[in-house]
Antibody, heavy 117, light 108 residues
Framework: EVQLVESGGGLVQPGGSLRLSCAASGFTFSSYWMSWVRQAPGKGLEWVANIKQDGSEKYYVDSVKGRFTISRDNAKNSLYLQMNSLRAEDTAVYYC??????????WGQGTLVTVSS | DIQMTQSPSTLSASVGDRVTITCRASQSISSWLAWYQQKPGKAPKLLIYKASSLESGVPSRFSGSGSGTEFTLTISSLQPDDFATYYCQQYNSYSRFTFGPGTKVDIK
């Protein structure tokens, strides 16, 4: 059974940093692109970033470029999102998702990031 | 950037109704369109990919159609479990994904 479990969310002050993790199991992690998708409270879905199987390609939504960094450790079956210079508008539930044939075919349960003073 | 719109934003329907949601892209995305269902407090669930391909395990009452810039998601006979928010998403490359704003299907 495919499982994706996010962790690392919490309350952080504006300008602060946070690192999210996603532990993957039930599939060959190193064979898939992986994505982070977020959802602000009461709002729609926004794709944030993704990373190729070997980490050689990474893409970001414009609003997080230069502030967020996606990475992965295939030996640990783990995906990460380093978030720096956080802003109030980054407040959201952050989901880890597997990119099967490009679409997000499996999702984690999400972790809440709140940016507030 | 490709922009996605959905209509209606909210849809009130009854169990057994046929429901259609429309998604439009600001430029052609061929058939690179997915549909997701999300219930409150839960992660989204993939329903349809490549505009009309049903994800494994998804009931056959769900169907998708369209290509280019206009797409539809149809639920042939609405069931109690289908009351949720539905999002379309374009994925014409790995470098950019865009979701539509969502359509909430609620009980009439």
């Amino acid at each position: 059974e495919v499982q994706l479990v996010e962790s690392g969310g919490g309350l952080v002050q504006p300008g602060g940093s946070l690192r999210l993790s996603c532990a993957a199991s039930g599939f060959t992690f190193s064979s898939y692109w992986m994505s982070w998708v977020r959802q602000a409270p009461g709002k729609g879905l926004e794709w944030v970033a993704n990373i190729k199987q070997d980490g050689s390609e990474k893409y970001y939504v414009d609003s997080v470029k230069g502030r967020f960094t996606i990475s992965r450790d295939n030996a640990k079956n783990s995906l990460y999102l380093q978030m720096n210079s956080l802003r109030a508008e980054d407040t959201a539930v952050y989901y880890c998702a597997r990119d099967g044939a490009v679409v997000h075919d499996y999702w984690g349960q999400g972790t809440l990031v709140t940016v507030s003073s | 950037d490709i922009q996605m719109t959905q209509s209606p934003s909210t849809l009130s329907a009854s169990v057994g109704d046929r429901v259609t949601i429309t998604c439009r892209a600001s430029q052609s995305i061929s058939s690179w369109l997915a549909w997701y269902q999300q219930k409150p407090g839960k992660a989204p669930k993939l329903l349809i990919y490549k505009a009309s391909s049903l994800e494994s395990g998804v009931p056959s009452r769900f169907s998708g159609s369209g290509s280019g810039t206009e797409f539809t998601l149809t639920i042939s006979s609405l069931q109690p479990d289908d009351f949720a928010t539905y999002y379309c998403q374009q994925y014409n490359s790995y470098s950019r994904f865009t979701f539509g704003p969502g359509t909430k299907v609620d009980i009439k």
